[in-house]
């Protein structure tokens, strides 16, 4: 019996951690919608593409692209990416697709400077961040030749596949005229979400959930970096050392923790975002969260160095450690209490319910079995109808059938993420950091 009033309150903890941070997360980024003067649709008519629209800074722009066999999809993405002002370094990293032979072809094609750096076996396909720094030593050559001041210089770092928006940079430069931003993240639209489910609720996750949490935190200034779309101060990231992007699997959450415990403050902003390839099968899509999963699970370590920063606001460092104990604190146990909560509450709920709201104007059963299901339904959905309603508003075209259907496979989708939490949770006690890349489809 102790034994169950135990896991009853772990239980009824976890449910209110997760309701409460669900909660405060959204609604800090629908406040955020309106301290920058715009709403939920202003996105949902972007196009991509186009970025140097209506540029007018003289920031010089550095922009990283990290490739292994990306043939399929590098060419526009170089296109897209040039213009004054802006350079180009695509990160050759050993592949053997002919990857870098499109990438220059693109480039001569294009008005700006694109420089292909190609790598070599055994230095080669050593992960995301050897590449990228790799190419930051080749820029900060070119920052220095060119007379450049680093506190002027903005890095941004793209994937192979990725578009930014029209007009991003006029909206996402201004954002460093203020000296302590350190790095902005720009939200994630999904490219080909038309293909299959997969890929509509991906670009449910991203556009609905993801991208307006993370908004929010602009308030903390702690706004979690992503490996696409991000962008940096070269100063920022001279603060951290001459390899600023870590060995982890998630090294852009890495780079965005060493930036904040040095004081530098990570926004966003809902004007401008991303788009890119979402994955088309689900094994692919289990190893890519996975990886995700075991990255975010794995900072966690660095918990206390964030506590300890003197240069970071409580507020921000309380934020940040809240964000990095979510998969410890909510997914996993969740993963367990929720088949005990459910199975808990169809044997208890209808008695409960009829002892305290009874109705006389149904039949006891009837209304037991009425309000039991009305009451479960509530409970189980209400978080993912609510985002439901926060995906319609960001994009009308998305229909309300496939919005509302999107909310309810959420609460079943979310065995995928149990699912990858705890394959991560295996691979960090067996030792294992290695990972294959996720291939790209052409389009």
């Not at 996105?43 to 490739?67: I, T």
């Not at 935190?217 to 992503?226: E, F, H, I, P, Q």
């Amino acid at each position: 019996m102790r034994l169950l009033k135990c896991v009853d309150a772990i239980g009824y903890t976890v449910i209110a951690a997760s309701a409460c941070y669900f909660a405060v997360a959204m609604g800090s980024g629908l406040c955020e919608l309106r301290r920058q003067r715009t709403a939920l649709p202003v996105q949902g008519d972007a196009r991509y593409g186009r970025p140097q629209l209506g540029r007018s800074d003289r920031r010089p722009l550095y922009v990283l692209v990290p490739c292994l066999n990306e043939a399929s999809v590098i060419g526009p993405t170089v296109q897209a990416l040039t213009g004054p002002e802006t350079t180009v370094l695509v990160v050759d990293d050993g592949s053997d697709d002919g990857t870098g032979r499109i990438a220059a072809e693109a480039g001569q094609s294009s008005d700006g400077a694109v420089t292909i750096l190609r790598r070599e076996l055994p230095d080669a396909r050593q992960g995301k961040g050897a590449a990228l720094n790799h190419a930051i030593r080749h820029a900060r050559a070119l920052v220095s030749a060119r007379g450049e001041d680093p506190r002027e210089v903005v890095v941004c770092v793209m994937d192979a596949d990725g578009r930014l928006s029209d007009r991003a940079l006029s909206h996402v430069m201004p954002l460093f005229d203020d000296p302590s931003t350190g790095g902005v993240q720009l939200g994630v639209r999904i490219r080909n979400r038309h293909a299959n489910f997969l890929t509509w609720f991906q670009d449910y996750l991203f556009w609905s959930m993801a991208a307006v949490t993370q908004l929010g935190r602009d308030a903390t200034a702690t706004v979690s970096l992503g490996g696409n779309g991000q962008f940096a101060r070269l100063s920022a990231l001279d603060s951290i050392g001459e390899r600023p992007w870590s060995a982890s699997l998630t090294e852009d959450l890495d780079l965005a923790i060493s930036l904040s415990v040095r004081g530098w403050r990570l926004r966003g902003t809902a004007h401008a975002s991303v788009d890119q390839q979402a994955i088309t099968d689900l094994s692919r899509l289990i190893r890519q969260r996975t990886r995700w999963y075991q990255g975010h699970m794995t900072a966690v370590g660095r918990c206390g160095e964030i506590w300890r920063s003197r240069e970071l606001p409580h507020l921000s460092a309380l934020e940040l450690i809240c964000y990095l104990l979510v998969p410890w604190v909510l997914d996993l146990p969740w993963s367990l209490l929720f088949q005990y909560c459910l199975v808990w509450f169809l044997l208890n709920a209808r008695h409960a319910l009829l002892r305290y709201h009874p109705l006389p104007s149904l039949p006891w059963v009837r209304a037991g079995r009425v309000l039991t299901l009305l009451s479960w339904y509530a409970v189980t959905f209400a978080p993912a109808l609510v985002t439901s309603a926060v995906y319609l508003r960001r994009d009308r075209r998305v229909g309300r059938l496939r919005a509302v259907l999107l909310g309810h496979s959420f609460v079943v989708m979310n065995y995928l993420s149990f699912l990858c939490a705890w394959k991560a949770l295996v691979r960090m006690v067996r030792g294992q950091t290695g990972w294959a890349k996720t291939s790209r489809e052409p389009g």
